[in-house]
């Protein structure tokens, strides 16, 4: 499926999006992703992550942890806008989602796309309280 398809699936109903976020992540396992795909995708992460449907939030943050590690140097400029958007999920009412939050903060962290010290001392604690929570 081509990427005009899949983001146009993105803003459908909750079936749609979930069959979107399936193809997105094959898509991103099977090729390169340029900064425009990620512009687009993090226009519409916000939306995305404050879904109703928890599997959605999920399987958008599990996308994101393939680019990240799959395309650190693309995503590098986009790290400052996505991050608010994944801190948010730290406080998920579903663990998963709270854990697939803080893995895609540490890959951010490990493949050097956000150095520890963007992260601001409330970003850091609500780290740190996810991971203390899924213990």
Not at 20 to 29: E, G, K, S, V, W
Not at 52 to 60: E, G, I, M, R, S
Not at 77 to 89: D, G, I, S
């Amino acid at each position: 499926m081509d990427w005009d398809k899949i983001t146009d699936q993105l803003e459908g109903q909750t079936k749609a999006k979930l069959q979107a976020l399936d193809h997105l992540q094959t898509h991103i396992q099977g090729n390169a992703i340029n900064k425009h795909q990620v512009s687009m995708l993090l226009d519409m992460s916000g939306q995305l992550l404050s879904d109703n449907n928890y599997k959605v939030a999920l399987k958008l943050l599990n996308c994101w942890e393939d680019i990240a590690a799959r395309n650190r140097d693309t995503i590098r400029p986009y790290t400052n806008a996505l991050l608010p958007h994944v801190v948010e999920r730290l406080s998920d009412n579903r663990q998963e989602v709270r854990q697939a939050a803080c893995n895609l903060l540490l890959g951010l962290l490990q493949v050097g796309c956000c150095p520890a010290a963007c992260l601001g001392a409330q970003q850091q604690q609500a780290v740190t309280e996810s991971n203390a929570v899924g213990r």
